[in-house]
C-alpha cells in the first residue's frame, strides 16, 4: 500500500516547468528579396512574450533565424551575445523588434516589416572583405505570427512518473513473494 501512496504523491506533486517559447513569422517580400520571408524564434522561459527588454540579456533569444530567398541569417550570432539592444516577439499591438547596434528585424502592427544588418560578411555574393560593412535591407508586407507559443518540455516529469511506476511494480512483487 505505501508504495502505491507514494507512487500517486510523486505523480501528484507538481514539478518545476522550464520550457522554451518557439514562434513563426512569415511575411511576403517587396524589395530586395522575392517570395516568402520567415523568421523562426526561440524563446528562453525567463522572457515573458510580447515584452519589451532594452539590453535584454543574451539568454533571453535562443535562436532567431530569418530566410529569405537571397540568405539566411541567424540574429542570435555574434552581434547578439555582445551588443543586444531590444527584444520585443511576438505582438499584436505593437512592433515586433529583435535589434543589434547593427542588424534589426522589425514587424509593424499593419504587416509591413523590414529586416537589414551589416553583420552580413559571408553571407551575401561579394559580401567578404572586412571592415568594408555589407549592408542588406530586405522589406515587405503581410507579416504575421502564424503560430506560437508551442513550448518544449522539460522531460523531468517523464522521469519522475516513470521512477514511480517502477516503485510501485517493484512494491507489487514484493507482497506477491510474500
Partial sequence: ????LLFLVLLLTPLPAAANAIFDWTGTCVTVCMGQA???????????PGTSVAFPPPSLLLEA?????????????????????GLQVPTTTQPSVIRTMV?????????TWRFGGESL?????????DPNPCFYRSTGIG???????????WPGGLFVAGLALLIAARGAKSRKER
Avoid at 500500500?1 to 502505491?4: G, L, R, S, T, Y
Fill in 103 to 111: 542588424d534589426e528585424f522589425r514587424s509593424n502592427v499593419d504587416g
Fill in 38 to 48: 520567415t523568421l523562426h524564434v526561440v524563446l528562453s522561459d525567463a522572457y515573458v
Fill in 143 to 153: 507579416g504575421v505570427w502564424v503560430d506560437g507559443p508551442a513550448a518544449v518540455p
Fill in 1 to 4: 500500500m505505501i508504495p502505491v
Fill in 65 to 85: 533565424l530569418y530566410t529569405d530567398n537571397v540568405l539566411s541569417f541567424d540574429l542570435t550570432g555574434l552581434q547578439w551575445q555582445v551588443d543586444a539592444q
Fill in 121 to 129: 560578411l559571408g553571407k551575401l555574393p561579394g559580401c567578404v572583405v
